[in-house]
Structures are given as structure tokens and as C-alpha cells.
């Protein structure tokens, strides 16, 4: 069912956007898949054969990809950042909401803003890999239920933000989140491999917490304190922009509750290490 459903909605939701929009979107999602395609059948970047299980290995596939979306969106949303004040020229408004009849007051296009690029670029990712994970449910894998809530609520929000122009300026605090994927990554590739007890494994579990905490709470706080400074700017934006506030505030309270596990984990890990040299 849901492998009929979940392509058909988004293919429809990406059909309704602008065209040099939805053509973004459409290329974000298959140059992902092509890579991942590509990682499977030339076996890059792998362990060595017969050292993970063949699930195992679907998920190191799709963590490399992860990587090559995380790391561009990374750098794309300090761009986002520095176009602020092209946004802001004309009026404050137009960093939360921009109507239709308003495009001709931007410096541009709106597909030639960094914020629309990478926000196809990010969408485009989300829909592949909800995708993904759908296939790896037909391949007898289970769901995790936050990640696919997480990626449902994303894709529906970016669909929406795409569509209508509100919430620019968030944007920008949202995709550097991604910031901290890298290393969350980088931990895993040393604790499938059972090497938890190796310096590289606490180096970046060390760099994977602090970077969480950095971006995703601390930063993505920072945004939802600046969108609570400008209420005066954004409550006059279009009703379905408040349900893409509340999403935001929702993936927010996601974030606390995966960054306190993190750290839990990491003090966890510190305890044994510890421990470790003490018997030494």
C-alpha cells in the first residue's frame, strides 16, 4: 500500500509546485537513488565482503548517501543565511512570507534564491529516502517511526514552504542542522564494525554530540526564538503556514528527545572507557 501511496502523493505534490522548482526537486531525488544505485552495484566506499549482514550493508549504502545531501546542505544553508538582507530589502515580511502578487518586489526570481535551491536540494533528498526506507520495509527491515515521522512531517512542510514562500528565514536554521549528520554517520561506520572500543569511535561520538547539541539544539532553539521575535511579521502569512510552525516546534521537541539519548549514550560510552583504563 504504501509503496503506491507515499511515491503517488509526492509525485503529485511535486507536479503542483513551479516548474523550475519541481524540476529541482525531481533531479534532487534521482541523483540520490542514482547513487545509491551506483554505491550498491560498484560496492564503493563498503567493508569488506561478508563483514556486515546484507541489511546492514543497505544502511551503510544509505548513510554515504546521507553524507553526500548533508554536507552540501550544510554549506548551502550558510548561503541561505548571507541572502537575508536581499530578502529584506524591500520589506521585513518577505523573510516569512512572500504572496504571489509580491515576486516582482524581489531582487530575482524566487528559484534563484539559495534558500529555494536548497530547500528543493533537502525535499528532493527526504523523498528518496522515505522511499527508501519503504523498500527496506518490502525487504523485511522494520520502520523506525521517528525518522519516518520526521521525514512525512519534513516533506510536507517543504512541500508547502516551496509552494506558498513562507518561512524563508527559518530555513536556514533548519538545514544547518544537518551539520551534525556527518559525524553521527562517521560513529556508526566504527560501531557496526563492533570497534566501539577504538579511539576513532570516541572521537566521533565526541564530535557527533557536541555538534547535535550545537545545531539541533542550541541553533534550532536560536530559530525558534527568532521566529517568536518577528510573531508581528509572519501572523498575517496564509493559515497553512501556523501547521508549518507547529510541525517545526514538533520536529524541535524530536530533536531534544534523540539529543538527550545521544547524550546519554556518549556518557555511557565515556563510563566504559574509563573503566577500560583503569584496568590497564
Given at each position: 500500500?504504501?509503496?503506491f501511496l507515499?511515491?503517488?502523493l509526492m509525485g503529485i505534490a511535486t507536479f503542483h509546485q513551479d516548474p523550475?522548482?519541481?524540476l529541482m526537486i525531481t533531479v534532487s531525488t534521482a541523483i540520490f537513488s542514482f547513487c545509491y544505485l551506483a554505491i550498491k552495484k560498484y560496492r564503493l566506499f563498503h567493508p569488506e565482503t561478508c563483514t556486515l549482514t546484507d541489511p546492514l550493508e543497505a544502511e551503510w549504502r544509505s548513510r554515504i548517501v546521507s553524507m553526500m545531501h548533508a554536507i552540501p546542505l550544510s554549506i548551502g544553508s550558510l548561503m541561505c543565511f548571507n541572502e537575508w538582507d536581499a530578502l529584506i530589502?524591500?520589506?521585513a515580511m518577505n523573510a516569512w512570507h512572500i504572496p504571489k502578487s509580491n515576486y516582482h518586489l524581489l531582487p530575482g526570481e524566487p528559484h534563484d534564491f539559495w534558500v529555494i535551491r536548497c530547500a528543493s536540494f533537502f525535499l528532493g533528498y527526504l523523498q528518496y529516502d522515505l522511499m527508501w526506507m519503504i523498500f527496506?520495509?518490502?525487504?523485511g527491515q522494520k520502520y523506525d517511526v521517528g525518522?519516518?515521522?520526521h521525514h512525512v512531517l519534513f516533506i510536507a512542510i517543504t512541500h508547502y514552504n516551496l509552494k506558498y514562500f513562507v518561512l524563508a528565514k527559518t530555513f536556514a536554521w533548519l538545514s544547518f542542522c544537518e551539520f551534525s549528520t556527518p559525524f553521527?554517520?562517521?560513529r556508526w561506520f566504527y560501531a557496526v564494525r563492533s570497534l566501539k572500543e577504538t579511539k576513532e569511535y570516541f572521537l566521533w561520538s565526541t564530535m557527533f554530540m557536541i555538534s547535535f547539541i550545537a545545531v539541533r539544539w542550541i541553533g534550532y532553539g536560536l530559530g525558534i526564538i527568532d521566529i517568536w521575535k518577528h510573531k508581528d511579521e509572519w501572523k498575517l502569512a496564509p493559515t497553512g503556514s501556523k501547521f508549518v510552525l507547529a510541525g517545526i516546534h514538533f520536529a524541535y521537541i524530536l530533536n531534544i528527545l534523540w539529543g538527550s539519548m545521544v547524550f546519554k549514550s556518549f556518557l555511557k560510552n565515556l563510563r566504559i572507557r574509563k573503566h577500560s583504563s583503569k584496568k590497564e
Open positions: 500500500m504504501e509503496l507515499a511515491p503517488t523550475a522548482i519541481a530589502s524591500k520589506h527496506q520495509k518490502k525487504a525518522m519516518v515521522v553521527l554517520n562517521m
